[in-house]
């Protein structure tokens, strides 16, 4: 039976994105997204509630990040969620995190508001150029294979320089 691990956001960048390198020199991306939902609470009240969410970012989309991205910058990021474990240096003890690794990422930023002014790239990103009648302007976007390049190693979770 086939199975599902799909994510999608539209949020805002708490902070500027944080970009390292692995030890073969592939960039990495850090970025803290954060969504918000508008709800009526039981007292009949609407209330406000943010939810933050750890996105990672591996190689081109990485570097797109890092020089476009800025802290109150609107993003979209299609990904998957994954779980990496660790031990805690000081107490020992073993640490979880769930993060979203992301493969897509449009910038839906204007001038102006946070995000930068990506308007494409020829070193291997691809970008595309649409809007729709609503108003959201999906206006820059890239993608990022499923698959490393042939030749090169997988990236596993101790490439993960934070």
């Known amino acids: ?9 539209i949020g805002n960048l708490g902070k500027d994105p944080e970009i390292k390198y692995t030890p ?21 009240q609407w209330q406000d509630r943010t939810e933050w969410h750890n ?4 190689q081109r989309l990485a570097e797109i990040a890092g020089e476009y991205l800025k802290k109150g910058g609107k993003v979209y990021i299609e990904g ?19 993060e ?7 910038l839906l930023s204007g001038r102006g508001e946070g995000g930068g002014d990506y308007a494409g790239s020829s070193r ?4 595309s150029s649409s809007s729709s009648a609503g108003g959201n302007n999906f206006d820059q976007s890239v993608h990022e294979p499923e698959h490393a390049p042939v030749g090169s190693s997988p990236i596993t979770d101790e490439d993960i320089p934070f």
Request: aromatic share 6%; no cysteine; glycine share 8%.
């Open 124 to 127: 291997g990103a691809s970008a």
């Open 80 to 98: 998957r969620l994954q779980t990496r474990s660790w031990d805690d240096k000081q107490t020992g003890q073993k640490k979880y995190m769930t």
């Open 1 to 9: 039976m086939k199975s599902v691990n799909k994510v999608i956001l």
């Open 55 to 58: 996105v990672v970012l591996w």
């Open 100 to 106: 979203v690794v992301a493969n897509d990422l449009v």
């Open 24 to 44: 073969q020199g592939t960039p990495v991306a850090k970025i803290a997204l954060a969504t918000n939902e508008h709800f009526k609470g039981k007292d009949g």
